[in-house]
């Protein structure tokens, strides 16, 4: 079967022309130019393939004009691009390397990636700020890809490590055109993005989606502050805002008297938007926000379409879903096919009838999807999916501790946050264990909230009891 999104990318580049493509801090790109880029670069990758088989590209690198050129390049190779958060750290990146067998690796000259790659294989800036460098050979088997399989993106998942998703070129393609036909975007929007690239809310929503219409992607640098989407809101005219909830919450305590005159829709997804940050800054900017609902597994799921309720919205073209007391089940055109580093996982939430068990608890109403809690123990904190089981082995190998348990928490603002209570013994103090924490995990995954304790609370049966260590969080520190 021949892959289907270069030519789908391919169709759209040379169809929309001159038209503005992509933009960052410093430059754009007409679709035609990011045409002539993308395949120059490809022709430069291509030269790399020593195995006879479909590449694995690792993109490890923050928004830019570049990682979309990075991107559609590796796809014009032929090859498959594993789409990597910038904010994985040294440790998380080398996991991924070996579990998924990586050759390559494109990202900023600046990242720590000298325990992954043993070759610099460009410095003449035919990927412009980015680097190409080699992967270094692990003893580890390279796990197959499927046969249909063009993008591999990541998330947290069961087995303490992030869960490679293989996603095949229809199930990207049909989550960028029900997009399009859900949200009702066209050539004459112009979308500022806030989220990662890597991320599903961007990927889905602001990348090929983006594309087929003609619109025009707009990409900022560096931390997501409320000046800065301002900024870019004024300079590119933007029509469209996508960000996670926590930059809307940001904007809404800077209350900004300016800015927002030409955006028309906000979007929000990742994590549950407080009904009072919506309203709030409704009524600051003017601008309705449109709740997203989608998971790592199956792509974008619900859209709020006026974008004045409390819920996430009715279903995209598409997407069946099913709200039920066991949780909430889907079946998508847009859904991945299995996890490559984590046999069989993928497999058992999908169940006879091929939908898939999101671990979301929730309720539809007249048509509109409420969350209301959920069945798994991921821990979402602004957008970003936590497994409770990496933190924990990563806290047990610091010196001093006895045992840890990680779980969801609300901080003093009433936000989800990561909390951990740590057994310790006398000496261990909280900055030692986030010293350990970010020496090893991206910063998202640090606990923002930490307790320590002579010893872990236990139930009845000698299982760490959540209530009590939920009471402890609100306890003195002892230690």
Not at 11 to 26: E, Q
Request: one cysteine or more; charged letters at 20%; aromatic letters at 6%.
């Amino acid at each position: 079967m021949p892959p289907v999104l270069p030519d789908a990318f391919g169709d759209v580049l040379a169809r929309h022309g001159d038209r503005v493509a992509v933009t960052d801090a410093d430059g754009s790109l007409g679709y035609a130019e990011l045409a002539d880029r993308a395949r120059a670069a490809a022709h430069r990758l291509s030269r790399y393939d020593v195995r006879g088989e479909p590449m694995r590209v690792g993109l490890y690198a923050t928004n830019s004009v570049e990682y979309v050129v990075g991107y559609l390049a590796t796809l014009f190779a032929g090859a498959v691009p594993f789409l990597a958060d910038s904010a994985f750290g040294p440790f998380e990146l080398s996991r991924i390397a070996e579990d998924c067998g990586l050759d390559l690796l494109i990202h900023a000259p600046s990242a720590d990636v000298r325990a992954v790659t043993d070759e610099t294989l460009t410095d003449d800036g035919e990927f412009g700020y980015l680097t190409v460098s080699r992967v270094r050979s692990y003893d580890t088997p390279r796990p197959r890809l499927l046969d249909d399989t063009e993008v591999c993106r990541f998330t947290s998942g069961s087995t303490g490590r992030p869960n490679c998703i293989e996603f095949s070129g229809a199930a990207v393609a049909a989550a960028a055109a029900n997009w399009v036909r859900g949200t009702g975007l066209t050539a004459e929007d112009r979308i500022a993005c806030f989220a990662a690239l890597s991320n599903g809310l961007a990927f889905n929503t602001s990348l090929l989606a983006a594309f087929l219409p003609g619109a025009s992607l707009h990409l900022s640098h560096g931390l997501p502050t409320a000046s800065r989407v301002v900024r870019l809101l004024e300079n590119t005219a933007a029509t469209r805002l996508v960000a996670f909830p926590a930059l809307y919450e940001s904007i809404v305590r800077r209350s900004p008297e300016e800015g927002f005159a030409t955006v028309r829709t906000a979007i929000s997804s990742g994590a549950p938007l407080r009904e009072s940050v919506r309203e709030e800054f409704t009524r600051l900017t003017g601008v309705p926000i449109h709740n997203y609902y989608g998971v790592a597994e199956t792509g974008p799921l619900t859209y709020a379409t006026d974008g004045t309720g409390s819920g996430l919205g009715a279903p995209l073209p598409g997407v069946h879903l099913l709200a039920e007391e066991q949780g909430i089940r889907v079946r998508s055109e847009s859904m991945g096919s299995r996890y490559l580093n984590a046999p069989g996982l993928f497999e058992k939430r999908v169940d006879g009838e091929g939908y898939y068990h999101t671990g979301d608890q929730g309720r539809l109403h007249d048509g509109t999807l409420h969350l209301t809690g959920r069945t798994s123990r991921l821990v979402n904190v602004g957008g970003r999916k936590i497994d409770p089981i990496e933190i924990v082995d990563v806290l047990r190998t610091a010196p001093g501790v006895l045992d840890a348990v990680a779980f969801e928490a609300e901080n003093q603002h009433g936000e989800p946050a990561l909390a951990a209570v740590v057994a310790v013994e006398p000496g261990v103090g909280a900055q030692d264990l986030r010293a350990h924490c970010a020496a090893t995990l991206a910063p998202f995954k640090v606990p923002g909230i930490l307790r320590l304790v002579d010893r872990i609370p236990a139930n009845s049966i000698g299982k760490p009891s959540i209530e009590r260590l939920r009471r402890l969080l609100d306890a003195p520190q002892a230690h």
